[in-house]
């Protein structure tokens, strides 16, 4: 592949994603992501609580999830969950997933959008663990009994789901393509928790892919039917 090839390549590919970063910046410049910044503070002031002694307690009792807390726990503990860094995990990985992941979306999505693609991909994961443990390990879509105390936080599965939400949205379908892909092979490497919590959270984001779809197709048609209507006469 030539260099010229290359090039056109990731035009097609990451144009459109590159001119809405762009004029975001261009536009509003320091303050074209103020959500991310405030979660990568949130997310390194949580880190530095759950270090101390007297931290870590308020910070497990806070955002911490596991699959055998009650239901209606774990949905509170959700949202504060993506900004606990995992504790087997270097924090600097769980803020440049943040200001990298988030600060694009919020950029090219808005505040709202990236936000409820976020939500919906952790909670997605956090519902399966639940499904896949009460399914049990000898199915290939379920899990043992003792990933139910496992403690699930961080920003990964909302990272995975903004990555193939912003794919599908700018038409960076080979790059959307590859994370589903690289979440498959981990999962095939490595069948964990954390691995098939991020399969739930593709599958959830496709979901809202499909739906945005038929959306879009459904206000094009409407737009055509009204536009192509002859004129009322008076």
């Known amino acids: 592949m030539t260099v010229d090839t290359l090039g056109r390549w990731a035009r097609a590919e990451w144009g459109a994603l ?12 320091w303050r074209a992501a103020p ?69 694009i979306a919020e950029m ?12 919906v991909a952790t909670l997605a994961g956090t519902l399966y663990a639940r499904v896949a443990i009460a399914i049990g390990p000898d199915s290939p879509f379920g899990l043992p009994a003792s990933d139910a105390r496992v403690v699930d936080t961080g920003p990964s599965a909302a990272v995975v789901g903004l990555a193939v939400f912003l794919g599908w949205r700018y038409g960076a379908y080979v790059t959307a393509g590859v994370v589903i892909a690289a979440m498959v092979a981990e999962v095939a ?9 991020h399969l739930a959270a ?4 496709l979901v809202l892919c499909a739906v945005s779809t038929v959306r879009q197709r459904r206000s094009r048609a ?13």
């Open 18 to 29: 590159y001119l809405a970063v762009r004029r975001a910046v261009v536009e509003r410049r």
């Open 35 to 103: 959500m991310t910044v405030g979660i990568a503070c949130l997310t390194g002031i949580t880190q530095v609580v759950q270090n101390r002694s007297w931290g870590y307690r308020i910070v497990q009792d806070l955002g911490a999830v596991r699959a055998e807390d009650t239901l209606w726990l774990a949905l509170l503990r959700t949202p504060l969950s993506l900004f606990v860094p995992a504790l087997d995990l270097p924090v600097w990985g769980a803020l440049a997933q943040v200001l990298i992941a988030f600060g």
């Open 108 to 119: 090219c999505l808005g505040r709202w959008r990236t936000l409820v693609v976020a939500y």
């Open 189 to 197: 490497l490595k069948p964990n928790l954390a691995g098939k919590e």
């Open 202 to 205: 593709v599958t959830a984001v």
């Open 222 to 234: 409407r737009a055509g039917s009204t536009s192509g209507a002859p004129p009322i006469q008076s």
